[in-house]
């Protein structure tokens, strides 16, 4: 199974600044996933993070408020942008290892913005 | 795109009774169904999956069936344990594994001593 490490695990922002979140797994995988979980949700994807190219946004998600960059096969970064206090969530990041096994999940960061 | 809905939104059971959960999907291009569990405060964990060649699937106290052409697929955990509530997302994927998963709205499951 895969080890994801992603950073910061909480934060505290102020409404108008930017946060950035990064997911670092041990391993080369296939796919990076990014979802967010709001207090007492499901899980929404956001976007998947393509290596070295722009990421493919779901509905309702769009790059300049989610910026996603994904350098290599191990490593992405999503940032929150301009944030609100509508943006406090639970953000998560997946990766799959090949292409017929299980999704894992990093433990999260957890957003409050105030 | 997919919709998946999930029922009921909270379950409370005596400890080892069975409990139950159930999904409906709407894309029939949706071939790969996990059920993830969450307790509180932590990452979601991959519990079972299965994949639509396969009507069901069993690990232990843990089970999911699949209906294809009624689209829906349910979790059966038996003889539950107090450590088995937590909140059951289940989810569809349109590939075999391995893709972006579109996740029901949860269950929270209570079992009681």
């Known amino acids: 199974s895969a080890v994801i490490s992603q950073k910061p695990s909480r934060d505290i922002c102020q409404r108008g600044t930017s946060l950035t979140i990064q997911c670092q797994v041990d391993?080369?995988?296939?796919?990076m996933f990014w979802y967010r979980q709001q207090p007492g949700q499901s899980l929404t994807l956001i976007a998947t993070?393509?290596?070295?190219?722009?990421?493919?946004?779901e509905s309702g998600f769009v790059i300049d408020k989610f910026p996603i960059s994904r350098p290599n096969l191990t490593f992405s970064t999503l940032t929150v942008s301009n944030m609100s206090p509508e943006d406090s969530s639970i953000y998560l990041c997946?990766?799959?290892?090949?292409?017929?096994?299980?999704?894992?999940f990093g433990q999260g960061t957890r957003l409050t913005v105030v | 795109g997919e919709n998946v809905e999930q029922h009921p939104s909270t379950l409370s059971v005596q400890e080892g009774d069975s409990a139950v959960i159930k999904c409906t999907y709407s894309?029939?291009?949706?071939?790969?169904f996990p059920w993830y569990k969450q307790e509180l405060g932590k990452r979601p964990q991959l519990i079972i999956d299965i994949r639509s060649n396969v009507g069901e699937k069993k690990d232990q106290r843990i089970a999911v069936t699949l209906n294809k052409t009624a689209k829906h697929f349910s979790l059966h955990i038996t003889e539950t344990q107090p450590e088995d509530s937590a909140v059951y997302f289940c989810?569809?994927?349109?590939?075999?594994?391995?893709?972006?998963?579109?996740f029901g709205t949860g269950t929270q499951l209570k079992v009681e001593l």
């Open positions: 989810a569809a994927s349109p590939t075999g594994g391995g893709n972006k998963l579109t």
């Open positions: 997946s990766v799959v290892a090949g292409g017929n096994t299980e999704a894992f």
């Open positions: 993070a393509n290596q070295g190219s722009e990421a493919t946004y």
């Open positions: 894309d029939s291009a949706s071939n790969y």
């Open positions: 391993s080369q995988v296939t796919m």
